[in-house]
Structures are given as structure tokens and as C-alpha cells.
């Protein structure tokens, strides 16, 4: 089926009576990314009638601003921070009264570490200036002691960090979330975002979350390794398996379309600290490095001349765009990276 809407240029109609019939909200999400636009109405109406939270969030992100008051009064209805956070990050035409029914929800819920995330991506990431959305904030702050006038992007890092127990992140050692061999030579570098560098550095080596990078870059220059060179992080693995979400075919890139096995086994990954993908100076300075660095590790131990284009130092969303659209982001510099490792000597 899921070859079918991928390559399903012919006999439309037929495709999307077999999908419906379905009732799979997963199909019909499907169904809309590759064929935008077809009968639009009855797959919103259907995916909020399944009350499948999941795809709901997914089908916000790209459909015309026309449905966010149906898709959003549905959305609120979950009940869960993290879907409604990622609502507010991700859909990027929310106006303010999207906005701020998604605050009052998270205020609601009392999730802290999505209520956060929140006011960090209202003011700093999008700098927003609405009054209503700035009273209810000050009351949240309230209980930190901090209010609107006097906060700083690193007051809210601060706070958040309260969140995360840093004590048990091993220094010395590389993380175990990885696997220890490479199964072809690797010859693509992957660029992520992530919301903090230290909850990022202490998910990937946590062994419960099954995630990692090699690398995590914060927005002040700090630099961590998590995973050796020699190994495969776990940060943009695809699947051969269509049930998937991060099933390899629906990489927007060739190579990864063509070859089966997972990408983690031919990638490095590198991980900056921001909500949209801009980097500060010395971040963006420090992942030219350790790109670099990168590109002559491949030289020494694969004898392999890393292809400076955009087919191998690609964006997270370009492995996986249907779970990731958003890494690394609308502002990452990915075209300006390039250009510059091309007038570069490695
Ligand atoms: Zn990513």
C-alpha cells in the first residue's frame, strides 16, 4: 500500500476509496503528503474522526492554514504536552489564537518541561509581542522569580537544565547507544537540530532512550563527542520495513532511497543547539570544524574524498521527512556550509 501512494500516479481514485476504507490515520496522512491537495476535506474530517493524535500533529504541519481551527480543537483534546508543544513548533502559521490556546493547554498540564520549551520558542525563537500571550507567561515565571522585562534566552536554558539530571553523564567515556561496526563505507554527514545542548548530551547516553549523535554543538561554542567516529550513532536511522515512519523510501534523497540498510550505518551526525536551525558565530565556526574533522577521518581510514554537495551533507529531514521536517530547520546553514567547505582546505 504504501508503494502504491508513494508511486501512485495512476488511478487516483481508486487508490484513495481503498485507503479511506482503510481507516487508517496513518495512510491518509500518507495518502495527503504525496498527493497534496486531493479531496483535502474528507482526509481532515476522517483523520479527526480516527482521534490518532499522532498524524493529527503530522498533518497540521503541512496543510492550508484553512483547517488549523478544526485540526487544533481536536489536537487540544490529547490531553499530552509534548504533542501540544510540538504543535506550536512545528505548525509554523499558528496565529495568536492558536497560540494561546495551546499556552492555556500547557498551563493546564502543568508539564513543565514543555511549558518551558514553550516560552523559550514564543520569545526568543520567535519573538513574539503579544500582550495576552506575554500576561500569561509572567505568571508562569512568577514562581521562578523572573519576569518578562529583565529574562534572557540563558534564564530559560537555566530552568530547563533543572529539569534534566546532568550528574550522571559519563565524561570520559563514549555513549553505548550505538552500533560498533560500519556495514559500508560511510560517506554522508547529517545535520540536527536539538532544544539542549545538556538534556540533548544526557538522552544520548541514556541506554533507555535508544538515541545518540556523535556529535552535540551548543549555541555558546561547547563541543561533546558522545559517539566514536568508528561507530554508528543513532540519530537518523531509516527502516526497510513500510510500517515504519522511517521507512527509506520516503527520503527525499537518491542514495538513501536506493540503498536498504539503515542510514545510521553510513552517516555522521551532528547535533547544534537551536529551535529553528540559526546558529550563533562560534557554533557555526566549531560544525565547519568538526566537519571537517570528520572529512579527513574518512580520508584516513576509508581513503574515501567526502562529496562536498547537498546529497552528502544533507539535513535530518532529508532522510526522514515525514517524522522530521523540521530538522534541521528553515534556517540552518546547510547551502552557506557547503560553499564554504568547497573554498576550504581539509
Ligand atoms: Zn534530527
Not at 166 to 176: K, L, Q, R, V
Amino acid at each position: 500500500m504504501i508503494e502504491k501512494i508513494i508511486n501512485g500516479k495512476n488511478d487516483i481514485e481508486n487508490l484513495y476509496c481503498e485507503i479511506y476504507e482503510n481507516k487508517s490515520a496513518r495512510l491518509l496522512f500518507l495518502f495527503y503528503f504525496y498527493h497534496r491537495k486531493y479531496k483535502t476535506d474528507d482526509i481532515v474530517d476522517k483523520i479527526i474522526e480516527l482521534e490518532d493524535y499522532h498524524y493529527l500533529h503530522f498533518l497540521i504541519r503541512i496543510i492550508d492554514e484553512k483547517y488549523y481551527d478544526k485540526l487544533l480543537t481536536s489536537i487540544l483534546n490529547c490531553n499530552d504536552a509534548k504533542t501540544i508543544y510540538y504543535v506550536a513548533f512545528d505548525t509554523k502559521k499558528l496565529n495568536m489564537k492558536h497560540l494561546n490556546l495551546l499556552l492555556d493547554k500547557l498551563i493546564q498540564l502543568n508539564d513543565k518541561k514543555y511549558l518551558l520549551l514553550f516560552i523559550n520558542y514564543f520569545l526568543f525563537v520567535r519573538k513574539y509581542n503579544d500582550l495576552d500571550i506575554k500576561t500569561k507567561i509572567n505568571s508562569v515565571l512568577k514562581s521562578y522569580n523572573l519576569n518578562i522585562i529583565t529574562l534572557k534566552e540563558e534564564d530559560i536554558s537555566k530552568i530547563m537544565v533543572e529539569y534534566v539530571d546532568i550528574s550522571s553523564i559519563e565524561d570520559a567515556n563514549f555513549s553505548s547507544n550505538c552500533y560498533k561496526d560500519r556495514k559500508i563505507i560511510p560517506d554522508m554527514i547529517v545535520c540536527h537540530i536539538c532544544n539542549n545542548y545538556e538534556k540533548a548530551i544526557k538522552t544520548f547516553y541514556d541506554p533507555h532512550s535508544e538515541v545518540s549523535a556523535h556529535f552535540v554543538i551548543a549555541r555558546d561554542g561547547r563541543v561533546k563527542q558522545i559517539v566514536s567516529l568508528d561507530d554508528c550513532a543513532w540519530a537518523n536511522g531509516t527502516s526497510v520495513n513500510d510500517t515504519s515512519n522511517a521507512y527509506y523510501k520516503f527520503s527525499t534523497n537518491d542514495i538513501i532511497r536506493n540503498r536498504k540498510i539503515n542510514a545510521n550505518y553510513y552517516t555522521f551526525s551532528i547535533e547544534h543547539e537551536s529551535f529553528d536551525g540559526s546558529l550563533t558565530d562560534i557554533q557555526y565556526k566549531n560544525s565547519l570544524e568538526i566537519i571537517k574533522k570528520i572529512i579527513k577521518y574518512m580520508k584516513d581510514k576509508y581513503n574515501y574524498d567526502f562529496i562536498i554537495d547537498t546529497d552528502h551533507l544533507i539535513g535530518h529531514n532529508n532522510v526522514n521527512p515525514i517524522v522530521k521536517p523540521s530538522c534541521p530547520g528553515e534556517y540552518f546553514p546547510l547551502v552557506k556550509m557547503i560553499s564554504d567547505l568547497k573554498r576550504t582546505k581539509i
